[in-house]
């Protein structure tokens, strides 16, 4: 594993680290982690693209949030990122579908709340909350965040 502070907003080093990455390694797994949630969906559009420009990119992890969670996270958690210059922005109407015109393919999701209560790290309330099936595609409406693995089409 590599680790590696840059700037990801800087679109210009962050393709100079793109095409050194993929010159390196022919089968990479890229993961960004808590990342997401704080940029457009124009930054994470072209972020999503400058990935699946790369061939050798094979994969790529991150966490997302449905709509209506984004919204309960801004009400609750917002107040807390006050003046620190972050925002939580991102969450797709589309899902996991939003990917696809910029090289992404859903190989799965898992749902975090789902996997902690698989995991028995859940109170007697959240269980009963977990237990709540999830809709299919894409969950505008129900507050959900989970684990998103995606494979490039762009191979």
């Known amino acids: 594993m590599t680790r590696i502070k840059l700037d990801l907003a800087d679109q210009k080093a ?32 072209s972020f999503a693209t400058d990935l699946s420009s790369q061939k050798n990119f094979k994969r790529w992890m991150f966490d997302m949030v449905s709509p209506a969670l984004l919204k309960m996270i801004q009400e609750k958690m917002g107040p807390a990122l006050g003046g620190s210059g972050a925002e939580f922005q991102f969450a797709p109407e589309e899902g996991e579908e939003f990917f696809l015109q910029y090289g992404w393919k859903n190989v799965e999701s898992r749902s975090g709340l789902k996997t902690a209560a698989s995991l028995n790290r859940l109170n007697e309330e ?21 684990v998103c693995l995606f494979e490039n089409i762009n191979k």
């Open 14 to 45: 962050r393709m100079e680290l793109f095409k050194k990455l993929n010159s390196e390694a022919s089968k990479i797994l890229v993961m960004t982690e808590g990342l997401i949630i704080y940029l457009t969906s124009a930054q994470v559009a």
């Open 126 to 146: 959240m269980l009963k909350v977990a237990a709540i099936p999830e809709p299919e595609g894409p969950r505008t409406q129900f507050p959900w965040t989970g």
